[in-house]
Protein backbone atom coordinates (compact mmCIF):
# COMPACT_ATOMS: atom_id res chain seq x y z
CA UNK A 1 0.00 0.00 0.00
CA UNK A 2 2.90 2.18 1.00
CA UNK A 3 4.56 1.34 -2.41
CA UNK A 4 1.52 2.16 -4.38
CA UNK A 5 0.74 5.68 -2.12
CA UNK A 6 4.29 6.49 -3.20
CA UNK A 7 3.90 5.81 -6.99
CA UNK A 8 1.25 8.56 -7.06
CA UNK A 9 3.84 10.84 -5.53
CA UNK A 10 2.79 10.95 -2.11
CA UNK A 11 5.64 11.06 0.86
CA UNK A 12 4.79 7.61 2.73
CA UNK A 13 6.22 6.89 6.44
CA UNK A 14 5.24 2.99 8.00
CA UNK A 15 4.69 2.10 11.28
CA UNK A 16 3.84 -1.24 12.26
CA UNK A 17 2.19 -1.13 15.87
CA UNK A 18 -0.07 1.65 17.38
CA UNK A 19 3.52 2.83 19.72
CA UNK A 20 5.49 3.42 16.54
CA UNK A 21 2.60 4.97 14.51
CA UNK A 22 1.77 7.66 18.11
CA UNK A 23 5.69 8.67 18.44
CA UNK A 24 5.78 9.16 14.08
CA UNK A 25 2.55 11.35 14.39
CA UNK A 26 3.83 13.35 17.56
CA UNK A 27 7.22 14.21 15.79
CA UNK A 28 5.61 14.77 12.20
CA UNK A 29 2.50 16.61 11.00
CA UNK A 30 1.11 14.38 8.72
CA UNK A 31 -1.64 15.62 6.32
CA UNK A 32 -3.57 11.74 6.30
CA UNK A 33 -2.92 8.98 8.40
CA UNK A 34 -4.17 5.19 7.31
CA UNK A 35 -4.93 2.92 10.10
CA UNK A 36 -5.91 -0.71 10.50
CA UNK A 37 -8.35 -0.97 13.69
CA UNK A 38 -6.55 -4.24 14.27
CA UNK A 39 -3.07 -3.95 15.62
CA UNK A 40 -0.33 -5.68 17.21
CA UNK A 41 -0.18 -3.46 20.95
CA UNK A 42 -3.75 -1.59 20.68
CA UNK A 43 -6.73 -0.99 18.03
CA UNK A 44 -6.74 1.61 15.71
CA UNK A 45 -9.76 3.49 17.72
CA UNK A 46 -7.28 4.55 20.05
CA UNK A 47 -5.20 6.06 17.67
CA UNK A 48 -8.10 7.56 16.01
CA UNK A 49 -9.17 8.86 19.57
CA UNK A 50 -5.68 10.44 20.08
CA UNK A 51 -4.97 12.09 16.63
CA UNK A 52 -8.61 14.04 16.99
CA UNK A 53 -7.94 15.36 20.23
CA UNK A 54 -3.88 16.32 19.67
CA UNK A 55 -3.62 16.80 16.06
CA UNK A 56 -7.20 17.99 14.60
CA UNK A 57 -5.82 19.43 11.07
CA UNK A 58 -4.75 15.55 10.41
CA UNK A 59 -7.14 13.27 8.55
CA UNK A 60 -7.78 9.65 9.69
CA UNK A 61 -9.25 6.55 7.22
CA UNK A 62 -9.16 3.82 9.02
CA UNK A 63 -9.20 0.01 7.85
CA UNK A 64 -10.73 -2.98 8.79
CA UNK A 65 -11.42 -6.73 7.55
CA UNK A 66 -14.42 -7.00 9.85
CA UNK A 67 -16.51 -3.65 8.29
CA UNK A 68 -20.33 -3.72 10.13
CA UNK A 69 -22.69 -0.19 9.82
CA UNK A 70 -22.23 -0.27 13.58
CA UNK A 71 -18.22 -0.07 13.49
CA UNK A 72 -18.37 2.56 10.73
CA UNK A 73 -21.02 4.91 12.36
CA UNK A 74 -18.62 4.65 15.60
CA UNK A 75 -15.54 5.20 13.60
CA UNK A 76 -17.42 8.52 12.02
CA UNK A 77 -18.55 9.26 15.07
CA UNK A 78 -15.43 9.32 17.04
CA UNK A 79 -14.14 11.58 14.35
CA UNK A 80 -12.62 9.44 11.77
CA UNK A 81 -12.87 10.82 8.23
CA UNK A 82 -13.40 7.72 6.45
CA UNK A 83 -13.81 4.04 7.14
CA UNK A 84 -12.78 1.14 4.52
CA UNK A 85 -13.06 -2.68 4.28
CA UNK A 86 -10.51 -5.15 3.36
CA UNK A 87 -9.08 -5.66 0.76
CA UNK A 88 -9.01 -2.31 -0.16
CA UNK A 89 -9.28 -1.43 -4.05
CA UNK A 90 -6.48 1.00 -5.02
CA UNK A 91 -8.93 3.13 -6.43
CA UNK A 92 -11.15 3.01 -3.89
CA UNK A 93 -8.09 4.26 -1.49
CA UNK A 94 -6.51 6.90 -3.56
CA UNK A 95 -10.35 8.41 -4.09
CA UNK A 96 -10.72 8.57 0.00
CA UNK A 97 -7.32 10.21 0.25
CA UNK A 98 -7.94 12.94 -2.59
CA UNK A 99 -10.96 13.54 -0.58
CA UNK A 100 -9.39 13.89 2.70
CA UNK A 101 -6.80 15.99 1.39
CA UNK A 102 -9.41 18.11 -0.46
CA UNK A 103 -11.00 18.87 2.54
CA UNK A 104 -8.12 19.84 4.73
CA UNK A 105 -7.22 22.49 1.51
CA UNK A 106 -10.98 24.01 2.42
CA UNK A 107 -10.20 24.05 5.61
CA UNK A 108 -7.30 25.65 5.41
CA UNK A 109 -8.75 28.45 3.13
CA UNK A 110 -11.55 28.97 5.63
CA UNK A 111 -9.01 29.61 8.25
CA UNK A 112 -7.55 32.08 6.12
CA UNK A 113 -10.52 33.80 5.65
CA UNK A 114 -11.77 33.61 8.73
CA UNK A 115 -8.39 35.26 9.74
CA UNK A 116 -8.39 37.99 7.26
CA UNK A 117 -11.78 38.77 7.90
CA UNK A 118 -10.62 39.27 11.79
CA UNK A 119 -8.17 41.55 10.25
CA UNK A 120 -10.21 43.69 8.39
CA UNK A 121 -13.05 44.06 11.04
CA UNK A 122 -10.43 44.50 14.05
CA UNK A 123 -10.41 48.19 15.65
CA UNK A 124 -7.40 48.61 14.41
CA UNK A 125 -8.09 48.96 10.85
CA UNK A 126 -10.71 52.18 12.32
CA UNK A 127 -9.34 54.87 10.52
CA UNK A 128 -8.31 58.30 12.77
CA UNK A 129 -6.46 59.76 14.90
CA UNK A 130 -8.63 62.55 16.24
CA UNK A 131 -10.00 62.95 20.22
CA UNK A 132 -13.21 62.25 19.75
CA UNK A 133 -12.36 58.65 18.26
CA UNK A 134 -9.91 58.26 20.52
CA UNK A 135 -11.77 58.43 23.34
CA UNK A 136 -14.40 56.18 21.45
CA UNK A 137 -12.00 53.56 21.18
CA UNK A 138 -11.36 53.58 24.49
CA UNK A 139 -15.14 53.06 24.92
CA UNK A 140 -15.23 49.95 22.55
CA UNK A 141 -12.34 48.28 23.99
CA UNK A 142 -14.18 48.65 27.88
CA UNK A 143 -17.51 47.24 26.51
CA UNK A 144 -16.47 44.98 23.99
CA UNK A 145 -16.17 41.50 26.03
CA UNK A 146 -19.03 41.99 28.19
CA UNK A 147 -22.80 40.59 27.84
CA UNK A 148 -23.78 44.74 28.13
CA UNK A 149 -26.47 46.10 25.61
CA UNK A 150 -24.62 48.77 23.50
CA UNK A 151 -26.29 51.83 21.51
CA UNK A 152 -23.98 53.38 18.80
CA UNK A 153 -25.23 56.96 17.54
CA UNK A 154 -24.15 58.87 14.88
CA UNK A 155 -25.12 60.29 11.71
CA UNK A 156 -25.82 58.20 8.07
CA UNK A 157 -22.65 57.58 6.44
CA UNK A 158 -20.89 57.72 9.83
CA UNK A 159 -19.68 54.11 9.77
CA UNK A 160 -21.53 52.25 12.20
CA UNK A 161 -22.13 48.63 10.98
CA UNK A 162 -19.04 48.51 8.81
CA UNK A 163 -17.15 49.94 11.51
CA UNK A 164 -18.08 50.13 15.28
CA UNK A 165 -20.42 47.35 15.71
CA UNK A 166 -18.46 44.62 14.06
CA UNK A 167 -15.76 46.14 16.00
CA UNK A 168 -17.21 45.51 19.43
CA UNK A 169 -18.05 41.73 17.97
CA UNK A 170 -14.20 40.82 16.77
CA UNK A 171 -12.79 42.51 20.42
CA UNK A 172 -15.07 40.14 22.16
CA UNK A 173 -15.02 36.54 23.50
CA UNK A 174 -18.39 36.35 20.89
CA UNK A 175 -15.83 36.59 18.11
CA UNK A 176 -15.60 32.72 16.58
CA UNK A 177 -19.94 33.07 17.01
CA UNK A 178 -22.27 34.55 14.03
CA UNK A 179 -22.60 37.96 14.06
CA UNK A 180 -25.63 39.06 12.25
CA UNK A 181 -26.86 41.82 11.18
CA UNK A 182 -30.58 43.40 10.33
CA UNK A 183 -31.30 46.70 8.88
CA UNK A 184 -34.37 47.55 10.53
CA UNK A 185 -35.33 50.45 8.43
CA UNK A 186 -35.25 48.16 5.68
CA UNK A 187 -38.14 46.13 6.20
CA UNK A 188 -41.75 46.23 6.92
CA UNK A 189 -43.15 45.73 10.44
CA UNK A 190 -45.32 42.84 9.19
CA UNK A 191 -41.83 41.10 7.98
CA UNK A 192 -39.26 42.43 10.04
CA UNK A 193 -41.15 40.54 13.44
CA UNK A 194 -40.74 37.26 11.26
CA UNK A 195 -37.30 38.22 10.23
CA UNK A 196 -36.38 38.64 14.18
CA UNK A 197 -38.22 35.53 15.54
CA UNK A 198 -38.97 33.57 12.76
CA UNK A 199 -42.29 31.96 12.10
CA UNK A 200 -44.08 28.75 11.88
CA UNK A 201 -45.65 27.11 9.28
CA UNK A 202 -48.93 28.78 8.45
CA UNK A 203 -48.30 32.01 10.63
CA UNK A 204 -49.89 34.13 8.33
CA UNK A 205 -50.45 34.02 4.40
CA UNK A 206 -47.50 32.77 2.21
CA UNK A 207 -45.63 31.12 5.36
CA UNK A 208 -45.19 27.30 3.93
CA UNK A 209 -42.74 26.54 6.11
CA UNK A 210 -41.14 27.07 9.50
CA UNK A 211 -38.29 29.74 9.77
CA UNK A 212 -36.00 30.60 11.64
CA UNK A 213 -35.21 33.98 13.16
CA UNK A 214 -31.98 36.06 13.35
CA UNK A 215 -32.25 35.57 17.17
CA UNK A 216 -31.73 31.83 16.77
CA UNK A 217 -29.14 32.27 13.82
CA UNK A 218 -27.29 34.76 16.13
CA UNK A 219 -27.74 32.29 19.64
CA UNK A 220 -23.94 32.58 20.98
CA UNK A 221 -23.35 35.77 19.01
CA UNK A 222 -23.71 39.64 18.22
CA UNK A 223 -27.09 40.34 16.91
CA UNK A 224 -26.80 44.15 15.14
CA UNK A 225 -29.92 46.10 14.58
CA UNK A 226 -29.45 48.99 12.84
CA UNK A 227 -32.16 51.82 12.95
CA UNK A 228 -33.56 50.33 15.98
CA UNK A 229 -35.75 54.05 15.85
CA UNK A 230 -38.14 52.96 13.38
CA UNK A 231 -39.37 50.17 14.90
CA UNK A 232 -43.02 49.49 15.56
CA UNK A 233 -44.94 50.13 19.21
CA UNK A 234 -45.37 45.68 19.04
CA UNK A 235 -41.97 45.20 18.23
CA UNK A 236 -40.91 47.37 20.58
CA UNK A 237 -42.63 45.42 23.04
CA UNK A 238 -41.47 42.07 21.87
CA UNK A 239 -37.26 43.34 22.16
CA UNK A 240 -37.91 44.42 25.59
CA UNK A 241 -38.80 41.13 26.76
CA UNK A 242 -36.27 39.55 24.87
CA UNK A 243 -33.48 41.78 26.65
CA UNK A 244 -35.34 41.01 29.92
CA UNK A 245 -36.12 37.53 30.05
CA UNK A 246 -33.98 35.79 26.62
CA UNK A 247 -36.96 34.27 25.37
CA UNK A 248 -39.39 34.89 22.61
CA UNK A 249 -41.95 32.71 20.76
CA UNK A 250 -42.05 32.36 16.99
CA UNK A 251 -44.67 34.07 15.22
CA UNK A 252 -47.72 32.55 15.55
CA UNK A 253 -45.89 30.12 17.29
CA UNK A 254 -46.48 28.87 21.08
CA UNK A 255 -42.85 27.42 21.78
CA UNK A 256 -40.84 29.35 23.87
CA UNK A 257 -37.07 29.84 22.74
CA UNK A 258 -33.41 30.68 24.93
CA UNK A 259 -31.41 32.63 23.28
CA UNK A 260 -27.48 33.47 24.08
CA UNK A 261 -27.33 37.02 22.25
CA UNK A 262 -25.09 40.09 22.94
CA UNK A 263 -27.39 42.72 21.48
CA UNK A 264 -25.97 46.11 19.57
CA UNK A 265 -28.43 48.81 17.97
CA UNK A 266 -27.98 51.78 16.29
CA UNK A 267 -29.74 54.62 15.20
CA UNK A 268 -29.50 58.50 14.19
CA UNK A 269 -32.45 59.29 15.17
CA UNK A 270 -33.08 61.25 18.64
CA UNK A 271 -34.24 58.96 21.09
CA UNK A 272 -34.90 60.85 23.67
CA UNK A 273 -37.29 63.41 21.60
CA UNK A 274 -38.91 60.05 20.42
CA UNK A 275 -39.82 58.83 24.33
CA UNK A 276 -41.40 62.46 24.75
CA UNK A 277 -43.18 62.17 21.86
CA UNK A 278 -44.34 59.13 23.06
CA UNK A 279 -43.26 57.34 19.51
CA UNK A 280 -40.98 55.36 21.22
CA UNK A 281 -41.35 53.24 24.63
CA UNK A 282 -39.44 54.88 27.75
CA UNK A 283 -38.75 51.44 29.70
CA UNK A 284 -36.98 50.09 25.87
CA UNK A 285 -34.91 53.26 25.58
CA UNK A 286 -33.68 52.78 29.08
CA UNK A 287 -33.05 49.01 28.61
CA UNK A 288 -31.38 49.61 25.50
CA UNK A 289 -29.22 52.74 26.56
CA UNK A 290 -26.76 51.28 28.64
CA UNK A 291 -23.50 51.97 27.01
CA UNK A 292 -23.66 54.58 24.20
CA UNK A 293 -21.33 54.91 21.51
CA UNK A 294 -21.33 58.21 19.70
CA UNK A 295 -19.64 57.88 15.95
CA UNK A 296 -18.61 61.67 15.55
CA UNK A 297 -19.66 63.35 12.12
CA UNK A 298 -16.56 63.84 9.56
CA UNK A 299 -16.80 67.72 10.01
CA UNK A 300 -15.64 67.04 13.60
CA UNK A 301 -12.61 65.64 13.05
CA UNK A 302 -11.12 67.16 9.67
CA UNK A 303 -7.81 66.39 10.92
CA UNK A 304 -8.63 62.02 10.12
CA UNK A 305 -9.31 63.59 6.33
CA UNK A 306 -5.65 62.88 5.39
CA UNK A 307 -5.63 59.60 6.81
CA UNK A 308 -8.82 58.56 5.54
CA UNK A 309 -8.14 59.80 1.84
CA UNK A 310 -5.12 57.65 2.17
CA UNK A 311 -6.63 54.70 2.87
CA UNK A 312 -8.66 55.06 -0.05
CA UNK A 313 -6.61 55.70 -2.48
CA UNK A 314 -4.98 53.04 -2.02
CA UNK A 315 -7.86 50.95 -1.95
CA UNK A 316 -9.16 52.26 -5.58
CA UNK A 317 -5.71 52.67 -6.85
CA UNK A 318 -5.75 48.50 -6.65
CA UNK A 319 -9.52 48.51 -7.94
CA UNK A 320 -8.98 51.00 -11.00
CA UNK A 321 -5.56 49.64 -11.88
CA UNK A 322 -4.64 53.28 -11.07
CA UNK A 323 -1.29 54.92 -9.73
CA UNK A 324 -3.14 58.03 -8.01
CA UNK A 325 0.15 59.08 -5.29
CA UNK A 326 -2.71 61.31 -3.65
CA UNK A 327 -4.38 64.72 -3.58
CA UNK A 328 -2.37 68.36 -3.71
CA UNK A 329 -2.68 70.36 -1.45
CA UNK A 330 -5.37 73.08 -2.79
CA UNK A 331 -7.53 69.76 -2.99
CA UNK A 332 -6.91 68.42 0.18
CA UNK A 333 -7.93 72.01 1.99
CA UNK A 334 -11.37 71.75 -0.47
CA UNK A 335 -12.07 68.64 1.80
CA UNK A 336 -10.90 69.97 4.82
CA UNK A 337 -13.39 72.84 4.33
CA UNK A 338 -16.21 71.16 3.18
CA UNK A 339 -19.33 69.99 5.25
CA UNK A 340 -19.77 66.68 4.74
CA UNK A 341 -23.36 66.13 5.52
CA UNK A 342 -22.64 62.37 4.07
CA UNK A 343 -20.32 61.92 6.55
CA UNK A 344 -17.64 59.45 5.63
CA UNK A 345 -19.37 57.39 2.80
CA UNK A 346 -19.47 60.42 0.90
CA UNK A 347 -15.82 61.22 1.29
CA UNK A 348 -15.24 57.65 0.01
CA UNK A 349 -17.63 58.14 -3.02
CA UNK A 350 -15.44 61.33 -3.88
CA UNK A 351 -12.21 59.56 -3.72
CA UNK A 352 -13.33 57.23 -5.76
CA UNK A 353 -14.39 59.71 -8.45
CA UNK A 354 -11.83 61.72 -7.90
CA UNK A 355 -9.46 58.39 -9.01
CA UNK A 356 -11.79 57.36 -11.71
CA UNK A 357 -11.63 60.63 -13.75
CA UNK A 358 -8.13 61.26 -12.70
CA UNK A 359 -6.08 62.32 -16.10
CA UNK A 360 -2.56 62.24 -13.73
CA UNK A 361 -0.85 60.68 -10.64
CA UNK A 362 -1.90 63.85 -8.87
CA UNK A 363 -5.39 64.44 -7.53
CA UNK A 364 -6.33 68.70 -8.16
CA UNK A 365 -9.23 70.68 -7.08
CA UNK A 366 -10.65 70.58 -10.68
CA UNK A 367 -10.97 66.66 -9.69
CA UNK A 368 -13.48 67.95 -7.09
CA UNK A 369 -17.48 68.06 -7.59
CA UNK A 370 -18.25 71.70 -7.53
CA UNK A 371 -19.53 71.47 -3.97
CA UNK A 372 -16.91 70.43 -2.61
CA UNK A 373 -14.87 72.91 -4.28
CA UNK A 374 -16.98 75.84 -3.42
CA UNK A 375 -15.28 78.51 -0.67
CA UNK A 376 -17.96 77.80 2.42
CA UNK A 377 -20.93 80.70 2.82
CA UNK A 378 -20.38 82.97 5.55
CA UNK A 379 -22.98 82.04 8.25
CA UNK A 380 -26.33 83.89 8.76
CA UNK A 381 -25.00 84.26 12.05
CA UNK A 382 -21.40 86.45 11.43
CA UNK A 383 -23.93 88.70 9.32
CA UNK A 384 -26.46 89.45 12.02
CA UNK A 385 -23.14 89.81 14.78
CA UNK A 386 -21.66 92.29 12.11
CA UNK A 387 -25.41 93.98 11.98
CA UNK A 388 -25.49 94.32 15.50
CA UNK A 389 -21.94 95.60 16.14
CA UNK A 390 -19.67 97.14 13.44
CA UNK A 391 -16.94 96.82 15.07
CA UNK A 392 -14.68 94.44 12.95
CA UNK A 393 -11.98 93.16 15.69
CA UNK A 394 -15.20 92.21 18.12
CA UNK A 395 -17.14 90.50 15.56
CA UNK A 396 -14.25 88.47 14.61
CA UNK A 397 -13.42 87.57 18.62
CA UNK A 398 -15.93 84.63 18.58
CA UNK A 399 -15.22 82.71 15.67
CA UNK A 400 -11.73 82.78 16.52
CA UNK A 401 -12.26 81.50 20.11
CA UNK A 402 -14.53 78.62 18.59
CA UNK A 403 -11.72 77.79 16.26
CA UNK A 404 -9.23 77.36 18.90
CA UNK A 405 -11.64 75.43 21.04
CA UNK A 406 -12.52 72.83 18.27
CA UNK A 407 -8.56 72.65 16.98
CA UNK A 408 -7.65 71.48 20.83
CA UNK A 409 -10.48 68.95 21.16
CA UNK A 410 -9.46 67.84 18.10
CA UNK A 411 -6.00 66.95 19.34
CA UNK A 412 -6.58 65.97 22.67
CA UNK A 413 -5.70 69.36 23.84
CA UNK A 414 -2.09 69.28 23.24
CA UNK A 415 -0.99 72.50 22.86
CA UNK A 416 1.96 72.11 20.70
CA UNK A 417 -0.09 69.83 18.13
CA UNK A 418 -2.60 72.47 18.21
CA UNK A 419 -0.76 75.27 17.47
CA UNK A 420 0.82 73.46 14.73
CA UNK A 421 -2.54 72.54 13.14
CA UNK A 422 -3.22 76.19 13.39
CA UNK A 423 -0.31 77.56 11.79
CA UNK A 424 0.80 79.48 14.66
CA UNK A 425 3.70 79.00 17.51
CA UNK A 426 2.86 78.06 21.22
CA UNK A 427 3.58 81.20 22.76
CA UNK A 428 0.83 82.45 20.49
CA UNK A 429 -2.01 80.15 20.85
CA UNK A 430 -0.87 80.14 24.95
CA UNK A 431 -1.89 84.16 24.44
CA UNK A 432 -5.20 83.79 22.96
CA UNK A 433 -5.79 80.81 25.18
CA UNK A 434 -5.84 83.46 28.30
CA UNK A 435 -7.08 86.41 25.81
CA UNK A 436 -10.24 84.15 25.76
CA UNK A 437 -10.17 82.11 28.74
CA UNK A 438 -9.93 78.68 27.12
CA UNK A 439 -9.56 76.05 30.05
CA UNK A 440 -9.44 72.05 29.59
CA UNK A 441 -11.41 71.88 32.88
CA UNK A 442 -14.46 74.32 30.97
CA UNK A 443 -14.40 73.53 27.74
CA UNK A 444 -13.08 69.86 26.64
CA UNK A 445 -16.03 67.44 26.27
CA UNK A 446 -16.54 64.48 28.15
CA UNK A 447 -17.54 61.15 26.62
Known amino acids: MADYLRSLGHRTETAMTCRSALDRIKEYNFQVVICDVNLPDQD ?44 VIDDELNFSIQRALGQRQIVEENKKLKQQLNEKHAISNI ?44 LSSRKDKPFVEVACGALPDSLLESELFGHVQG ?42 DREFE ?18 NEDL ?10 QDL ?33 QQAGKEVRGFNEQALQALQRYNWPGNVRELVNVVE ?34 AGNPNLKSA ?33 LYKKMKKYDITYENHAQIF
Open 127 to 170: IGRDYKMAKMFDLIESVADTRTTVLILGENGTGKTMMTARAIHQ
Open 396 to 428: LADPERQIIIDALEQNGWNRQDTARLLGINRTT
Open 44 to 87: GFQLLEWVTANKPDTSVILLTGYGTIESAVEAIRLGAFDYLTKP
Open 353 to 386: RAIVLSKGDLITLADLPEQVRQEPAESSGTVNRL
Open 285 to 317: YYRINVISVTQPPLRERIGDIPLLVEHYINEFN
Open 272 to 281: EARVRSGEFR
Open 250 to 267: PVGGTETHKVDVRLVLAT
Open 203 to 244: AFTGASHDKIGKFLQADGGTLFLDEIGTASPSLQVKLLRVLQ
